[in-house]
């Protein structure tokens, strides 16, 4: 079935007794296209929560039009919402027009809360008790091993869960981990070299220890998603996560960007590192040999400017720009004033100092 993108005349947090912590229109991140009949239930349950998380507390006539689900099928979804105490009736809307008022829905906010832990911090891990609208209630952490050891990086883990479990007030509806490393969507780490796992079934082994629900994720790749939910970011964007590594999240197109080997934004960073790290070692040769008293004196490499351009009004030796053409460089003095930069050259013999460019609109005139 589809989804329609028809948004209702009038916002539910406009109505009376709304719900103050709507996020506004939901970002969406599911697919809006047919799915399978044997999914079609839990895509419904899915999108039912994730619209009454976003945009707060409507009617159940309101939530139909705005998934563009059947009322019988909203009906049904919303009974067994609130048998599992996750969606609470709130009260009738002040009528606005002839007719029996709607009562409003929502998702009970304080009813619940979850766990996030964060396994990408350079000294620690760190976790929190959080409310269903995302707001801290109790924080901890607990010493990272100092060393890659993969068994200790569990244990370390698994205390803290326990602690934060025990510090919760209301009944936990899962765990949410962001760790460091390659992570496919089913939570098995394929390698994190800074925690020494390697295909380790992260999110299958704590949810068996704790009895709960729990998802694993990439450090970044959760990181973006957090920012293109209640952040400003648009359709198209990248997030740099800087810990004791270094990650990226992509989102393109409003979907998130994995790639094939779930590593998407591992490849952007180490050809950054890469980068970097070849540029760093040349200065290092250069200002190591002989007359190179200190940084400021290595050569400054060439301006990189679009192609068909030259520029030599660098101070220091000039970089010759090669030419299409061969010819004899003339020796007559000559002046150009290209728009807007202007150059001259005396003769030949003197260093060129001039950022003339071809393919620029000029006016040059040989005496």
Same mark, same amino acid.
């Given at each position: 079935? #589809?989804?329609?993108?028809?948004?209702?005349?009038?916002?539910?947090?406009?109505?009376?007794?709304?719900?103050?912590?709507?996020?506004?229109?939901?970002?969406?991140?599911?697919?809006?296209?047919?799915?399978?009949?044997?999914?079609?239930?839990?895509?419904?349950?899915?999108?039912?929560?994730?619209?009454?998380?976003?945009?707060?507390?409507?009617?159940?006539?309101?939530?139909?039009?705005?998934?563009?689900? !059947?009322?019988?099928?909203?009906?049904?979804?919303?009974?067994?919402?609130?048998?599992?105490?996750?969606?609470?009736?709130?009260?009738?809307?002040?009528?606005?027009?002839?007719?029996?008022?709607?009562?409003?829905?929502?998702?009970?906010?304080?009813?619940?809360?979850?766990?996030?832990?964060?396994?990408?911090?350079?000294?620690?891990? @760190?976790?929190?008790?959080? #409310?269903?609208?995302? /707001?801290?209630?109790?924080?901890?952490?607990?010493?990272?091993?100092?060393?890659?050891?993969?068994?200790?990086?569990?244990?370390?883990?698994?205390?803290?869960?326990? !602690?934060?479990?025990?510090?919760?007030?209301?009944?936990?509806?899962?765990?949410?981990?962001?760790?460091?490393?390659?992570?496919?969507?089913?939570?098995?780490?394929?390698?994190?070299?800074?925690?020494?796992?390697?295909?380790?079934?992260?999110?299958?082994?704590?949810?068996?220890?704790?009895?709960?629900?729990?998802?694993?994720?990439?450090?970044?790749?959760?990181?973006?998603?957090?920012?293109?939910?209640?952040?400003?970011?648009?359709? /198209?964007?990248?997030?740099?996560?800087?810990?004791?590594?270094?990650?990226?999240?992509?989102? @393109?197109?409003?979907?998130?960007?994995?790639?094939?080997?779930?590593?998407?934004?591992?490849?952007?960073?180490?050809?950054?590192?890469?980068?970097?790290?070849?540029?760093?070692?040349?200065?290092?040769?250069?200002?190591?040999?002989?007359?190179?008293?200190?940084?400021?004196?290595?050569?400054? #490499?060439?301006?990189?400017?679009?192609?068909?351009?030259?520029?030599?009004?660098?101070?220091?030796?000039?970089?010759?720009?090669?030419?299409?053409?061969?010819?004899?460089?003339? !020796? #007559?003095?000559?002046?150009?004033?290209? /728009?807007?930069?202007?150059?001259? !050259?005396?003769?030949?013999?003197?260093?060129?100092?001039?950022?003339?460019?071809?393919?620029?609109?000029?006016?040059?005139?040989? @005496?």
């Amino acid at each position: 079935m #589809s989804v329609s993108d028809e948004q209702r005349p009038a916002s539910p947090a406009e109505y009376l007794g709304a719900n103050s912590h709507a996020f506004g229109p939901g970002r969406h991140l599911r697919s809006r296209s047919k799915v399978l009949p044997e999914h079609a239930r839990g895509h419904n349950r899915a999108l039912v929560l994730q619209t009454l998380y976003h945009a707060g507390a409507m009617s159940r006539a309101d939530l139909s039009r705005e998934t563009g689900l !059947t009322r019988v099928t909203i009906s049904d979804l919303v009974a067994e919402f609130i048998a599992d105490g996750i969606v609470i009736e709130m009260g009738v809307r002040e009528a606005v027009g002839p007719g029996k008022p709607p009562i409003l829905i929502d998702i009970d906010r304080f009813g619940h809360q979850i766990l996030g832990l964060d396994l990408s911090g350079p000294s620690a891990f @760190t976790g929190a008790v959080l #409310s269903l609208d995302g /707001d801290v209630l109790e924080r901890r952490e607990v010493p990272r091993p100092e060393s890659p050891d993969g068994e200790a990086a569990y244990a370390a883990l698994h205390e803290l869960a326990q !602690t934060l479990v025990a510090a919760s007030t209301q009944p936990l509806l899962g765990v949410g981990i962001g760790t460091p490393g390659v992570v496919r969507p089913d939570g098995l780490v394929l390698s994190s070299p800074n925690l020494g796992w390697t295909d380790f079934p992260l999110e299958a082994k704590l949810g068996v220890d704790l009895d709960l629900p729990v998802l694993a994720r990439n450090d970044a790749n959760a990181a973006v998603l957090a920012e293109y939910t209640f952040g400003d970011a648009k359709a /198209d964007f990248m997030l740099i996560k800087i810990g004791r590594g270094v990650g990226a999240g992509l989102i @393109t197109g409003s979907q998130p960007l994995l790639g094939s080997r779930f590593a998407a934004g591992r490849s952007v960073t180490s050809w950054s590192a890469r980068t970097a790290g070849h540029g760093a070692r040349a200065a290092r040769t250069d200002a190591s040999k002989p007359g190179s008293a200190s940084a400021a004196s290595v050569p400054r #490499s060439p301006p990189i400017l679009p192609r068909g351009m030259r520029s030599c009004a660098m101070p220091g030796p000039a970089w010759p720009s090669p030419s299409p053409r061969s010819s004899p460089r003339s !020796t #007559s003095p000559k002046s150009c004033s290209p /728009d807007p930069l202007t150059c001259s !050259t005396a003769s030949s013999s003197t260093p060129r100092s001039r950022p003339c460019t071809r393919g620029l609109s000029r006016a040059c005139s040989r @005496t």
